[in-house]
């Protein structure tokens, strides 16, 4: 079964400055989709940012980009210029492809605080 | 464009009472539906998902069951509720991509119930 690690609980970062949330990963799949996604206090979840194993190239959305390892099992998120809206609870996702109907497995979650 | 809703937003129940959560999807077809549990500060936890109509997979031994009657319909139920209920049930879909497993499938969550037992 596949696991997702978040080490941070809590994260905080000041307005206009950039930081990096950490999410590990454990699988024995070779090809798979990952995700982040942002829950704010409405708790919608919103997708952030998606990155497909067989490509190499990290993926990137406007502020939002990833440093993804594949050898390391590693898939973190980096928020540039970070603005007021951005706080909320961040999931790192992983989720299988084919015909097992796609199930995701999320970590625990890192809330993200960020001051003016 | 696809729209889920989920009823109750909110919900309180007494130990011991059924329950009954509903999810439906608009505006597309033959979806993959799923049932997540996000307890108070957690990640979500995949409860069931079904692929059609009366196929349902559990994930973990609980307390609940799920059900799809209905191709866009999806059913979180349980004949008694226990305290370890409480939560945050999200509902989401998903569709398989025609062209082959490599092909990006996103999954989209409703707005969520939230569940108190007392």
């Known amino acids: 079964a596949q696991t997702v690690t978040q080490s941070q609980p809590e994260m905080s970062v000041q307005e206009a400055e950039t930081v990096t949330l950490s999410c590990t990963y454990d699988t024995s799949e070779s090809d798979y989709y990952l995700f982040w996604y942002k829950q704010p206090p409405s708790r919608q979840m919103i997708l952030v940012i998606r990155?497909?194993?067989?490509?190499?190239q990290n993926a990137t959305e406007n502020r939002f980009s990833v440093n993804f390892q594949k050898a390391a099992k590693s898939f973190s998120l980096k928020i540039s210029d970070s603005q007021l809206g951005d706080a909320a609870m961040y999931f790192c996702?992983?989720?299988?492809?084919?015909?097992?109907?796609?199930?995701?497995?999320f970590g625990d979650g890192t809330t993200l605080t960020v001051k003016p | 464009s696809q729209t889920i809703h989920q009823w109750p937003a909110t919900l309180v129940q007494p130990v011991g009472s059924p329950l009954s959560l509903e999810c439906t999807v608009e505006?597309?077809?033959?979806?993959?539906l799923y049932w997540y549990r996000q307890a108070a500060g957690r990640g979500l936890q995949l409860l069931f998902y079904s692929v059609g109509i009366g196929q349902i997979s559990s994930e973990v031994p609980q307390n609940l069951s799920a059900s799809r009657p209905q191709d866009r319909q999806f059913i979180l139920s349980s004949k008694k509720l226990l305290l370890s209920d409480s939560g945050f049930y999200l509902c989401?879909?998903?569709?398989?991509?025609?062209?082959?497993?490599?092909?990006?499938?996103?999954?989209?969550f409703g707005p969520g119930t939230r569940l108190t037992v007392l």
């Open positions: 989401a879909w998903s569709v398989l991509p025609l062209s082959g497993a490599s092909s990006y499938n996103e999954q989209f």
């Open positions: 996702a992983y989720r299988t492809i084919g015909t097992n109907a796609g199930k995701s497995t």
């Open positions: 990155q497909e194993a067989y490509k190499q």
């Open positions: 505006g597309t077809s033959n979806p993959n």
